[in-house]
């Protein structure tokens, strides 16, 4: 199986030319619109939204999402609410962890979340690497890549 496609902002030069990355930055700039719409629909419960807005404030200093994206972030924001839900009621209820019904939802929506963390660059493996993006020239300043890796000051070693 082949491996997925990266975004071009976390390329660097040795996988490609600069020119070719600088090409293909900008068609996936064009085919997923501006960043101007990233706001939570409207059918989103208040705990979902506050989910959305933090993805996108989080990937803000990676500058990877853009309008196209609504519906996976969305997405990710739906699977998680409803893990922490089931979560919550497990705790509360220790005999539901015995409901096949519970364990096959807590099961699917896991899948999910995790399908869309490894979509949005959200797993541990893809911070990494848009790190190492950043730290390779992509990024202007020491600022921005650590924004992308979650504010963590890595200049002190």
Do not use: W
Request: a neutral charge; charged letters at 25%.
């Amino acid at each position: 199986m082949a491996r997925p496609a990266k975004s071009a902002k976390v390329l660097t030069d040795k996988s490609q030319t600069k020119a070719e990355i600088n090409m293909r930055s900008q068609i996936e700039d064009a085919v997923g619109g501006g960043a101007d719409k990233l706001v939570p629909p409207e059918r989103l419960n208040e705990r979902q939204q506050q989910i959305f807005r933090g993805v996108v404030e989080l990937m803000s200093g990676a500058d990877i999402l853009r309008n196209g994206d609504v519906e996976m972030v969305a997405r990710y924001a739906f699977c998680l609410d409803r893990i922490i839900c089931i979560e919550y009621d497990l705790n509360e209820n220790h005999d539901m962890m015995y409901d096949k019904d519970v364990l096959s939802a807590y099961k699917n929506f896991t899948q999910i979340y995790f399908r869309c963390c490894n979509e949005l660059s959200l797993s541990p493996q893809s911070r990494a690497k848009l790190a190492i993006a950043g730290a390779s020239g992509k990024n202007e300043s020491l600022e921005a890549i650590k924004q992308i890796i979650g504010g963590k000051d890595i200049s002190s070693g």
